[in-house]
């Protein structure tokens, strides 16, 4: 039996499309014949859990736990008792004029807890880690960050014994990812940055990430080549998936809100249409699934003409949400407006695709997200400034509702095919 060990900070009742990737990848690992082991923090703290997701861990995969210690919980509380901030991770990330809580938060987030907060469970994972692998014989090990200090797990024991075979999986970039951009980092932390992700580069057997973007910078980075595992969809998921007549033009966006992805292009537009075209304005329904931040929120319900077309819903088991896809019309995809922009392929936009809905996504017209719209004819994709564009797409879509026409999902992009495409890097 092929063992592999897969370190990830991200496990179930962790929700989002951050656990998803290597859910999936064990899900198919174990049915393709592969024994992986899941090692994960015991006690972890994250904002969105989904219980259902449990149903896609084998029962044959053993999950090792131990505690985790992280600030993240003290850190909101203080958010929340100074800051009048709610405490979610989306309300404290901001690119324009900061509080100041948000100031020094920001601060000491990016200047002491490098690369990140989960850091302090580098040094016990190792240890324990180290006599695990012997233990039990496995030969193979992979880290999935962010957070990126998964990755220090692994170089540490590469290090202990170089015999290990390490496969680095990087779902987001390490120094030039543009959450770091937010947290005031000194020249001295954007080095240290630099310097743990040049020893991880080089020392893994492998690199994989999700986007040929992504795939250049890392390959420019590190010197060496590089390996593309997109994210996917599951087939399973998808297959009891019924597409209904809705009796609203019904627009939904799945995942975060924040600053770096922000909503109100597609907002803007929805307005106009609103107030140029009494049937649209009647009709359409706009729907925000998952956490979004207080600003967008204030916006939106602030505008008499948006409150009365728009609901937003708290995160939402995945089980729940598939059942979903089959009621929408038009599924909203907003792309972060950073430098790394053009590598913008989430989890979620590959749901979309195999929900058969089309897609209006906002992004670089030139960037990953909008080859592949491209090549699956999904959707379309605008700048963030193209008001008028994005307003004549959405009344040509309304102008097909309801009879609307589900598209093919291509296999190329399904969990099962990403899965050999692991396996042959495993094997290598």
Same mark, same amino acid.
């Given at each position: 039996?092929?063992?592999?060990?897969?370190?990830?900070?991200?496990? !179930? #009742?962790?929700?989002?499309?951050?656990?998803? *990737?290597? &859910?999936?990848?064990?899900?198919?690992?174990?049915?393709?014949?592969?024994?992986?082991?899941?090692?994960?923090?015991?006690?972890?703290?994250?904002?969105?859990?989904?219980?259902?997701?449990?149903?896609?861990?084998?029962?044959?995969?053993?999950?090792?736990?131990?505690?985790?210690?992280?600030?993240?919980?003290?850190?909101?509380?203080?958010?929340?008792?100074?800051?009048?901030?709610?405490?979610?991770?989306?309300?404290?990330?901001?690119?324009?004029?900061?509080?100041?809580?948000?100031?020094?938060?920001?601060?000491?987030?990016?200047?002491?807890?490098?690369?990140?907060?989960?850091?302090?469970?580098?040094? #016990?994972?190792?240890?324990?880690?180290?006599?695990?692998?012997?233990?039990?014989?496995?030969?193979?090990?992979?880290?999935?960050?962010? #957070?990126?200090?998964?990755?220090?797990?692994?170089?540490?024991?590469?290090?202990?014994?170089?015999?290990?075979?390490?496969?680095?999986?990087?779902?987001?970039?390490?120094?030039?990812?543009?959450?770091?951009?937010?947290?005031?980092?000194?020249?001295?932390?954007?080095? *240290?940055?630099?310097?743990?992700?040049?020893?991880?580069?080089?020392? @893994?057997?492998?690199?994989?990430?999700?986007?040929?973007?992504?795939? $250049?910078?890392?390959?420019?980075?590190?010197?060496?080549?590089?390996?593309?595992?997109?994210?996917?969809?599951?087939?399973?998921?998808?297959?009891?998936?019924?597409?209904?007549?809705?009796?609203?033009?019904?627009?939904?966006?799945?995942?975060?809100?924040?600053?770096?992805?922000?909503?109100?292009?597609?907002?803007?537009?929805?307005?106009?249409?609103?107030?140029?075209?009494?049937?649209?304005?009647?009709?359409?329904?706009?729907?925000?699934?998952?956490?979004?931040?207080?600003?967008?929120?204030?916006?939106?319900?602030?505008?008499?003409?948006?409150?009365?077309?728009?609901?937003?819903?708290?995160?939402?088991?995945?089980?729940?949400?598939?059942?979903?896809?089959?009621?929408?019309?038009?599924?909203?995809?907003?792309?972060?407006?950073?430098?790394?922009?053009?590598?913008?392929?989430?989890?979620?936009?590959?749901?979309?695709? $195999?929900?058969?809905?089309?897609?209006?996504?906002?992004? !670089?017209?030139?960037?990953?997200?909008?080859?592949?719209?491209?090549?699956?004819? @999904?959707?379309?994709?605008?700048?963030?400034?193209?008001?008028?564009?994005?307003?004549?797409? &959405?009344?040509?879509?309304?102008? *097909?509702? #309801?009879?609307?026409?589900?598209? @093919?999902?291509?296999?190329?992009?399904?969990?099962?095919? &990403?899965?050999?495409?692991?396996?042959?890097?495993?094997?290598?």
């Amino acid at each position: 039996m092929n063992k592999v060990l897969i370190i990830t900070y991200y496990w !179930p #009742p962790s929700g989002g499309s951050g656990v998803q *990737r290597w &859910l999936k990848f064990v899900k198919y690992l174990t049915k393709m014949g592969w024994e992986p082991y899941v090692y994960t923090p015991e006690n972890p703290s994250f904002t969105i859990q989904d219980p259902s997701l449990q149903k896609d861990v084998p029962d044959s995969v053993e999950v090792i736990k131990i505690p985790i210690w992280e600030p993240y919980d003290l850190f909101f509380k203080i958010a929340r008792f100074f800051g009048g901030h709610s405490g979610k991770p989306t309300d404290m990330i901001a690119t324009g004029k900061k509080s100041f809580f948000q100031r020094v938060s920001s601060f000491i987030r990016g200047n002491f807890f490098i690369p990140d907060a989960r850091v302090f469970w580098v040094r #016990p994972s190792v240890t324990f880690l180290h006599d695990f692998l012997k233990a039990n014989d496995i030969k193979k090990i992979i880290t999935t960050g962010p #957070p990126h200090s998964m990755h220090l797990i692994g170089l540490a024991l590469k290090k202990k014994d170089p015999s290990l075979r390490w496969i680095a999986d990087f779902r987001d970039p390490w120094s030039e990812w543009d959450l770091l951009d937010t947290l005031s980092l000194t020249q001295w932390a954007r080095k *240290r940055h630099r310097v743990f992700e040049k020893k991880v580069l080089t020392t @893994a057997d492998e690199i994989i990430t999700i986007a040929p973007f992504h795939v $250049a910078r890392l390959e420019v980075l590190s010197g060496r080549k590089v390996q593309l595992i997109t994210n996917g969809f599951d087939e399973d998921d998808f297959a009891e998936i019924v597409h209904k007549k809705t009796s609203q033009f019904t627009i939904r966006h799945v995942g975060v809100v924040d600053e770096l992805r922000d909503p109100r292009p597609v907002m803007e537009a929805v307005k106009v249409l609103c107030l140029e075209n009494p049937e649209f304005a009647n009709n359409v329904h706009i729907e925000f699934i998952g956490n979004v931040n207080s600003a967008f929120k204030k916006y939106v319900t602030e505008d008499e003409q948006l409150n009365k077309v728009t609901r937003f819903v708290d995160q939402m088991p995945h089980n729940e949400l598939l059942k979903l896809y089959g009621e929408t019309d038009l599924q909203l995809l907003i792309l972060a407006h950073t430098a790394i922009a053009p590598g913008n392929l989430p989890g979620k936009f590959f749901e979309y695709l $195999a929900s058969g809905n089309p897609i209006l996504a906002i992004g !670089p017209t030139e960037g990953d997200a909008a080859q592949v719209l491209k090549e699956t004819e @999904a959707g379309k994709i605008f700048e963030r400034d193209s008001i008028e564009e994005i307003k004549n797409s &959405l009344i040509d879509i309304f102008s *097909r509702w #309801p009879d609307k026409k589900s598209n @093919a999902r291509s296999s190329i992009y399904s969990r099962s095919n &990403l899965t050999h495409q692991l396996i042959e890097l495993l094997n290598n």
